[in-house]
T-cell receptor, first 112, second 117 residues
């Protein structure tokens, strides 16, 4: 499968715990994006990487959120001290220079 | 402030009919308008996209109509099939960095389409 891969697919955690999600983009894509999607809503942009550089962050990305993309390959999104309001689907997308974004299946986070 | 407004929220169409979903945008700097299809438990999948230098783009049963002066664009699904039942999102983007092409997407809230036999 050469598409965008996200792991885990589902994560259930207790409030206050830290969680980390991983995204493996399409191999030749140098651009990587994280979005958050809540029930009944469209995805909302969180952050953008070009290669290993994080070039843009949304105001939605609070201090408890951190994303990395070491060596410009896979990316991780960490949420510290999770809150119930963090429950959502976290989507990763990648693109080449065309700007067309291809999405993974997402990680569904449930904070109890 | 919602920058891309999508309607209707839900749509029921008979098999073989035409499904029409509308979007309106506010930011005239948007220059790329894709439509995504999402099935339950899956990520959005690109369906068709248009840039503002053309008024219409057709791919198979799917057509985007674009009205730059009205800042509106729509998706038409011809001969709708039960397999088209999904949530459809319009989106828009601006290249934020010259040469780097961020293309951050701003999505509408989605339209849940149900095609009944």
């Amino acid at each position: 499968d050469t598409g965008v891969s996200q792991n885990p697919r589902h994560k259930i955690t207790k409030r206050g715990q830290n969680v980390t999600f991983r995204c493996d983009p399409i191999s030749e894509h140098n651009r990587l994006y994280w979005y958050r999607q809540t029930l009944g809503q469209g995805p909302e942009f969180l952050t953008y990487f070009q290669n290993e550089a994080q070039l843009e962050k949304s105001r939605l990305l609070s201090d408890r959120f951190s994303a990395e993309r070491p060596k410009g390959s896979f990316s991780t999104l960490e949420i510290q001290r999770t809150e119930q309001g963090d429950s959502a689907m976290y989507l990763c997308a990648s693109s080449s220079g065309t700007g067309i974004q291809y999405f993974g299946a997402g990680t569904r986070l449930s904070v109890l | 402030q919602q920058q891309v407004k999508q309607s209707p929220q839900s749509l029921i169409v008979q098999k073989g009919g035409i499904s029409i979903i509308n979007c309106a945008y506010e930011n005239t700097a948007f220059d790329y308008f894709p439509w995504y299809q999402q099935f339950p438990g899956k990520g959005p999948a690109l369906l068709i996209a248009i840039r503002p230098d053309v008024s219409e783009k057709k791919e198979g049963r799917f057509t985007i109509s674009f009205n730059k002066s009205a800042k509106q664009f729509s998706l038409h699904i011809m001969d709708s099939q039960p397999g088209d039942s999904a949530t459809y999102f319009c989106a828009a983007s601006i290249p934020r960095y010259s040469g780097a092409g961020s293309y951050q997407l701003t999505f509408g809230k989605g339209t849940k389409l149900s095609v009944i036999p």
